[in-house]
T-cell receptor, first 114, second 113 residues
Framework: DAGVIQSPRHEVTEMGQEVTLRCKPI?????LFWYRQTMMRGLELLIY????????DSGMPEDRFSAKMPNASFSTLKIQPSEPRDSAVYFC????????????FGPGTRLTVT | RKEVEQDPGPFNVPEGATVAFNCTYS??????FFWYRQDCRKEPKLLMS???SGNEDGRFTAQLNRASQYISLLIRDSKLSDSATYLC??????????????FGRGTSLIVHP
């Protein structure tokens, strides 16, 4: 079975450009999480969806960040406009239930904003 | 004070050694607890859940101390392949009322021959 799929795996963009990260959760999982990982701050939860509905977005850093989950098999995280401080690895994870379950992580998208 | 704190290490131990990590959390209303393992430039993967009564999986033992608000991970008979970063995860109520996972910064383990 395919695990969580993320694309692109690597993204290099210039400051001010729009960046869209994509995630396909494991089929049948109904919770999806977006994280950002940096050396300075570790792994931070950005937003959490349950049954395609955003449940908690308190970790979204600012209005430049937005996330959508139009259906159970697809989610996007958009940064517009991007800034060098957004450079990080962005992970998507899914679980079969809510937060009490094991999270299955995708391979991550390594974003570099120059 | 950070919600979930871990000693970043690195813990540098020889093969066969026993090593223990602790992770403290600040919110007494926290519920589920987990240990994840993350290899260099890879995604985190679940190592084990942590139950109130303590639990063991082969060489790994996890314990929860609610009174002192910490969880621990004990690795016996360390192997070279145990070298990784170990992340603790605590599910705590957010300001919005839902429970959300908070990861510690991780503890780096290096097992040498």
């Amino acid at each position: 079975d395919a695990g969580v799929i993320q694309s692109p795996r690597h993204e290099v963009t210039e400051m001010g450009q729009e960046v869209t990260l994509r995630c396909k959760p494991i089929s049948g999982h109904n919770s999806l999480f977006w994280y950002r990982q940096t050396m300075m701050r570790g792994l931070e939860l950005l937003i959490y969806f349950n049954n395609n509905v955003p449940i908690d977005d308190s970790g979204m850093p600012e209005d430049r960040f937005s996330a959508k989950m139009p259906n159970a098999s697809f989610s996007t995280l958009k940064i517009q406009p991007s800034e060098p401080r957004d450079s990080a690895v962005y992970f998507c994870a899914s679980t079969p239930g809510q937060v009490a379950y094991e999270q299955y992580f995708g391979p991550g998208t390594r974003l570099t904003v120059t | 004070r950070k919600e979930v704190e871990q000693d970043p290490g690195p813990f540098n131990v020889p093969e066969g050694a026993t090593v223990a990590f602790n992770c403290t959390y600040s919110n007494s209303a926290s519920q589920s607890f987990f240990w994840y393992r993350q290899d260099c430039r890879k995604e985190p993967k679940l190592l084990m859940s942590v139950y109130s009564s303590g639990n063991e999986d082969g060489r790994f033992t996890a314990q929860l101390n609610r009174a002192s608000q910490y969880i621990s991970l004990l690795i016996r008979d360390s192997k070279l392949s145990d070298s990784a970063t170990y992340l603790c995860v605590v599910n705590s109520p957010s300001s919005g009322g839902s429970y959300i996972p908070t990861f510690g910064r991780g503890t780096s383990l290096i097992v040498h021959p």
